[in-house]
């Protein structure tokens, strides 16, 4: 073998071991499979394809649970994932789900909202690929997903993303993500088909309430808070005051502007009846100013460097040694929930939803996340779902 | 997946089968063999639909 | 924590140091530095030794669409100006508007920014029409040095100007403000800024060349070039730039690419001479490759950064500054982290900055105009110069870079104060806003 090519090969082995151990986590990530076990309020579990049969085989048809209650009442849809790097959310849907049982009403809940972006990694960004949250019989582990739709399913973005159907310049990254692309089109991009066969699924089954659950940067103004719209606010203001008053926990209230398009938040409401909400909870691990991206940073919420700017008073979230752990998180997302349903039924008692079995702020600060989640061995086949 | 992505798929294919004879090609730069080498490795990632 | 960090950082500027030491090249010299800082992460396990080759390959990505707009629109170029095209649009310039200098000089301003205005980057300006423009004002007595510096300004210009301005719309997607209000705002500073710039290098004739002289001095047109041969491919383009601006929902997203590509088979269709097509494409991705390379290692030290968690001390040291020191060291940390980073510099310095701004009464949109006028400038630093290397190769400038570099410095300052003024003036600026809605 001549010189040339001694070089050549030995380069191509180092490189075809390098893209072996390094991309075989990345097809490994995108296909790991989270069991969730339906609990004892789960009726039946839809897709979203029965909205928009073309979203069908594809990465972004997410599971839709739903959990009906014996007694007719109003229904209440709750979202996580809408930003998969925001796990919050998810862990507190797959608490719901695993956990709830619905005496008045319907509660369906999609745990994987944007299931391609769950499935996503952020190049650039240095996540880690999975975090274990850990339980009696073990721990349970969970894709770290990104806030973006995978390009393995939408392909390629335009030069700038053109919001339908307001004709809103956004940046060309928006036309994957699902907190831009409402309230979608049935032939749009795949998201805007996601967003779409939701808000199809409001329509049709007449939601009367939508909660999308997010976690936003401790830095960031619009956190630990809940946005709502003019025809929210109301309610959304009662549960600021209650959770306050009664949990002890901080929750503003943040109106949803109206000339920002492609939000749930303005476009759920804009486009239907169903009154929505958006949850943020602080997450320090997507501000910018932080140490390493570690699993530990993920669920604990502490950071040195952020510790010092909240010194500086650059926070808009109180924080200290303690940091912003997942527990915290978790349990606001449940009870704001929980109480946006109940203020919301006692103003509409004929539309009234009563659910039971979902652990409040200070359940989950006592006995952390993982008390809650069931262990899928031990549960009967038929009653895994794997998300 | 759509004729556009499949559109997308080939404009990969083509650029990375350039680059590959590129490196075929060259005889003398350690340094652009590596550096051939690196760009292939996202387009041959994503032919594969890995990443 | 702040010692652990500090420690990767170091290593990692000596890698750097050593590599070009030792005469590597940058793209070699930044792969070096990202390598070195993920074994010395590694060290306590951040990121642990396991996921070190995943967190490299995964840093190939985030530029992967980057690189085939500029693979495709590069191939595109070529194949326009193999056909004879670039020289025929040329000779027509000079022939029209060489006794016009004012004229001459503010069209090819226009004909550079529009390009990068409706797509957002100023490489498309400069891969479209930087090698037209650039002999044009080679033609006009204007020196490749100085050629090389107006194209490079000019191109970060069009990047900034609205409609498109990818760092503003990467700001208002991460601070939750609307991408609303930027027509004046950006439009009114990136005129006047061009215009400055056109005349300051291009108004000094320099050389005796007479209009036909430099008629006679360009190289023949092949026969059978006209005017809708050139102009063909380039409606195909704008064509379907436009069509998805015009029509939103009835078009399909081509993205910036495939309309290279499509573009690219247009040129070749109407060409008067026979293309080899597989040689031309080939000698294209030569000629482009330490730029492709600089895109992937310049992902994997994002990526390495950010899991070690250097890029977080950078951005802490960056917001912990206080007011009136930030905003002069904005003059240099932005371009600077624009030179490392690109567009993830919108993201990691541009978002905290912003929100920080906003909190103590700075009007966002304004200071967002602002910075996004500074942030093209670093698109000429090392270790990427993305836009500074396309400028130099569109403009067959061949001496140092750094001559080059050190050419732009009046309108490079010029820009620098608008911008930092816009900050911090955002609130007195606030109409320009209100004018745009």
């Known amino acids: ?387 | 997946m759509g004729v556009i992505m499949i559109l997308y798929y080939l404009i990969c294919a083509y650029i990375l089968g350039l680059l590959a004879w590129d490196f075929v090609r060259e005889k003398k730069s350690v340094n652009d063999m590596i550096l051939y080498l690196l760009v292939l490795i996202p387009l041959l990632l994503r032919i594969l639909r890995i990443k | 924590m702040t010692f652990q960090v500090g420690v990767i950082l170091v290593l990692m500027v000596a890698a750097y140091a050593v590599a070009k030491w030792r005469k590597l090249s940058v793209e070699l010299s930044i792969l070096s530095a990202a390598v070195a800082g993920g074994i010395a992460g590694a060290i306590v396990k951040t990121p642990p030794l396991a996921e070190l080759p995943r967190h490299l390959i995964e840093g190939c990505f985030p530029y992967l669409d980057v690189m085939l707009v500029f693979s495709t629109a590069t191939i595109f170029m070529a194949i326009v100006s193999e056909s004879g095209g670039v020289n025929y649009v040329v000779r027509g310039t000079i022939r029209a508007f060489y006794n016009v200098r004012f004229i001459a000089l503010l069209i090819l301003m226009i004909i550079v920014l529009i390009p990068g205005a409706l797509t957002g980057a100023g490489s498309v300006s400069l891969l479209v029409v930087g090698t037209p423009v650039a002999l044009a004002l080679g033609y006009l007595g204007v020196p490749k040095k100085k050629v090389a510096a107006m194209m490079f300004i000019l191109a970060g210009l069009s990047a900034a100007a609205p409609p498109v301005n990818i760092w503003a719309m990467m700001l208002c997607a991460g601070t939750a403000i609307p991408y609303v209000g930027f027509e004046f705002t950006l439009g009114i500073p990136v005129l006047l800024l061009g215009t400055f710039t056109a005349l300051f290098f291009g108004w000094k004739k320099e050389g005796t060349l007479d209009k036909n002289a430099a008629l006679a001095a360009m190289p023949e047109v092949p026969k059978g070039m006209s005017w809708w041969r050139v102009l063909l491919p380039f409606l195909a383009f704008f064509g379907m730039v436009a069509a998805y601006r015009v029509w939103p929902f009835g078009t399909p997203i081509f993205g910036l690419p495939l309309e290279f590509t499509v573009s690219a088979l247009v040129a070749l269709a109407v060409s008067p001479k026979r293309i080899k097509i597989l040689e031309l494409s080939r000698n294209t991705m030569k000629r482009l490759l330490p730029l492709l390379a600089t895109m992937i290692v310049v992902g994997m030290l994002q990526q390495i950064m950010t899991a070690t968690g250097v890029r977080g001390l950078v951005s802490f040291a960056v917001i912990s500054t206080p007011l009136i020191p930030l905003y002069i060291l904005l003059a240099i940390i932005i371009p600077a982290s624009e030179g490392v980073l690109t567009y993830g510099a919108a993201a990691i310095l541009g978002i905290p900055l912003i929100w920080f701004f906003d909190s103590i009464g700075l009007h966002a949109t304004v200071a967002i105009a602002g910075l996004s006028l500074l942030w093209p400038l670093g698109d000429g630093l090392p270790p990427t110069a993305l836009i500074g290397r396309l400028s130099v190769m569109v403009s067959d400038y061949k001496d140092s870079y750094w001559s080059f570099l050190k050419t732009t410095w009046l309108p490079w300052l010029v820009i620098t104060i608008v911008g930092i003024l816009m900050v911090v003036y955002s609130a007195k600026l606030a109409f320009l806003v209100k004018w745009s809605m």
Not at chain 1, 55 to 75: C, I, R
Not at chain 1, 167 to 192: A, C, H, Y
Not at chain 1, 210 to 230: K, L, R, S, W, Y
Not at chain 1, 355 to 371: C, E, F, H, W
Request: neutral net charge; hydrophobic residues 40%.
């Open chain 1, 1 to 387: 073998m001549s010189r040339e090519w001694t070089i050549k090969s030995a380069l191509i082995a180092i490189a075809a071991v390098l893209m072996i151990l390094g991309g075989a986590p990345l097809y490994k990530h995108r296909h790991y499979e989270v069991p969730v076990v339906a609990g004892p309020g789960v009726t039946s579990v839809i897709k979203l394809s029965e909205f928009v049969p073309s979203l069908k085989g594809s990465m972004a048809d997410a599971d839709v649970f739903v959990l009906e209650g014996k007694e007719p009442g109003g229904k209440v849809l709750v979202m996580a994932n809408t930003h998969a790097n925001e796990p919050a959310g998810l862990l507190t849907a797959v608490i719901m789900i695993e956990n709830a049982v619905v005496e008045k009403g319907t509660l369906m809940v999609i745990p994987e909202f944007n299931a391609s972006a769950g499935r996503n990694t952020r190049p650039g960004d240095g996540y880690p690929l999975y975090y274990d949250i850990p339980t009696e019989w073990g721990a349970k582990r969970f894709r770290m997903g990104n806030r973006d739709t995978s390009p393995l399913d939408q392909w390629p973005d335009p030069d700038v993303y053109i919001h339908y159907p307001d004709k809103q310049l956004l940046s060309f990254i928006d036309v994957r993500n699902t907190n831009r692309t409402w309230p979608g089109r049935p032939n749009g991009p795949l998201m805007e088909k996601v967003t779409f066969a939701a808000m199809e699924m409001m329509r049709k089954d007449r939601l009367n309430i939508a909660i999308d659950m997010h976690g936003a940067e401790t830095m960031f103004p619009v956190t630990n808070c809940i946005v709502a719209p003019q025809k929210s606010a109301k309610i959304a203001t009662l549960v600021s005051m209650t959770v306050k008053a009664m949990e002890g926990f901080d929750n503003h209230v943040e109106p949803s502007p109206p000339n920002f398009h492609g939000l749930s938040h303005r476009e759920i409401g804009d486009f239907s009846d169903t009154l929505p909400f958006l949850l943020e909870a602080p997450i320090p691990f997507l501000d910018q100013p932080t140490g390493p991206k570690t699993v530990k940073l993920l669920l604990d919420g502490k950071d040195p460097f952020l510790l010092s700017l909240s010194k500086k008073k650059k926070l808009f979230v109180p924080y200290d040694e303690n940091g912003w752990p997942i527990e915290k998180r978790v349990g606001q997302h449940c009870s704001v929930a929980l109480e946006i349903i109940r203020q919301y039924s006692k103003k509409n008692p004929d539309t009234a939803i009563r659910i039971s079995g979902i652990p409040r702020y200070a359940d989950l600060v006592k006995n952390g996340v993982g008390r809650y989640f069931h262990d899928p061995a031990k549960a009967e086949k038929k009653s895994v779902y794997y998300e």
